[in-house]
Structure formats: C-alpha cells, structure tokens
C-alpha cells in the first residue's frame, strides 16, 4: 500500500513537534522519530536524534552517509538537548535542489544534496526504525506529535 509519502525526487514539506520530557536521559545512539524507505544511499528519508557524547545532532537522513545526511551539530554534551525537553518543532523541507532544517522556526542546517531516490515508502514508521529482519531499534524516548507531510 502506497503512504503517500514523497518518493522519486518529489519536494517535500514535513515537520514534527516533539517533547523527550523532563527525565530523558541519553545513552549513546540513534533515536528515530520518522523513518521510510530502503537502506541504500539517497534510497530513505528519516529524522534521528544522536547523542555521542561529544557530538550530539538532530539528523535528517537520505542514507549512506557522506553528503546524504543534513545536521544540526553541537558539542555541548546533554545541554545541546536541554531545548529539546518541552515541545520542539523541527520541519524539513526539499525543493528538488535544496533542503534546510529548522527548529522553532529557526534555519539551522541546510545543503544541496542532489536527487533525492526514495522509491518505497510503505514502511514507515513513527518512533523506531526496523532493522534488516523487521525488529524495531532506535526506539524514540518521548512524545511525538503534529506530524505534517506535504
């Protein structure tokens, strides 16, 4: 079944409210709040929260690393996601050429990655990410909400 999610280098509009609560408290991974697609470069379409240690990132992802991923980085350890404990907005948009992230309205991130190859879009998932065999991973810890897709 199709979800009517953008696929073959169509633009995109797509935002998230999200809150990780008062009592998050990271360990060193991925946390997925939206994710569809296939495992290939420029083939996804996704949006992770990292926390490193060092290098924490909000992290729209095409897949396949390199140029693919668009970031908003910091290096101030937990307090990069203090912000990110009440209700944050981030939206990602895509233009056919360009992508930009913002938080709160804010433009944080942006580049021109090329083509977008997202062929598959009847997978996605809210909140976690499946692995190879379909279990979920990367569960998001917190509150999702106002998810738009346009």
Same mark, same amino acid.
């Given at each position: $079944?199709?979800?009517?999610?953008?696929?073959?280098?169509?633009?995109?509009?797509?935002?998230?409210?999200?809150?990780?609560?008062?009592?998050?408290?990271?360990?060193?991974?991925?946390?997925?709040?939206?994710?569809?697609?296939?495992?290939?470069? !420029? !083939?996804? *379409?996704?949006?992770?929260?990292?926390?490193?240690?060092?290098?924490?990132?909000?992290?729209? #992802?095409?897949?396949?690393?390199?140029?693919?991923?668009?970031?908003?980085? #910091?290096?101030?350890?937990?307090?990069?996601?203090?912000?990110?404990?009440?209700?944050?907005?981030?939206?990602? @948009?895509?233009?056919?050429?360009?992508?930009? $992230?913002?938080?709160?309205?804010? @433009?944080?991130?942006?580049?021109?990655?090329? #083509?977008?190859?997202?062929?598959?879009?009847? *997978?996605?998932?809210?909140?976690?990410?499946?692995? #190879?065999?379909?279990?979920? $991973?990367?569960?998001?810890?917190?509150?999702? !909400?106002?998810? !738009?897709?346009?």
């Amino acid at each position: $079944m199709d979800a009517n999610l953008p696929t073959h280098g169509e633009g995109y509009d797509i935002s998230v409210t999200f809150a990780l609560g008062q009592t998050w408290a990271p360990t060193q991974g991925y946390y997925t709040i939206w994710n569809y697609g296939e495992a290939a470069n !420029k !083939k996804a *379409n996704g949006l992770h929260i990292y926390y490193g240690g060092g290098l924490n990132q909000i992290n729209h #992802s095409w897949h396949g690393g390199g140029g693919n991923e668009l970031r908003y980085l #910091s290096t101030n350890g937990t307090q990069f996601f203090d912000a990110f404990r009440s209700d944050t907005t981030i939206r990602v @948009v895509y233009d056919g050429t360009t992508r930009y $992230m913002a938080v709160n309205g804010a @433009v944080v991130a942006s580049d021109t990655p090329g #083509s977008h190859e997202v062929v598959k879009n009847d *997978n996605f998932t809210l909140g976690y990410l499946n692995d #190879s065999a379909g279990n979920p $991973m990367q569960l998001f810890k917190g509150t999702i !909400k106002d998810l !738009k897709v346009s």
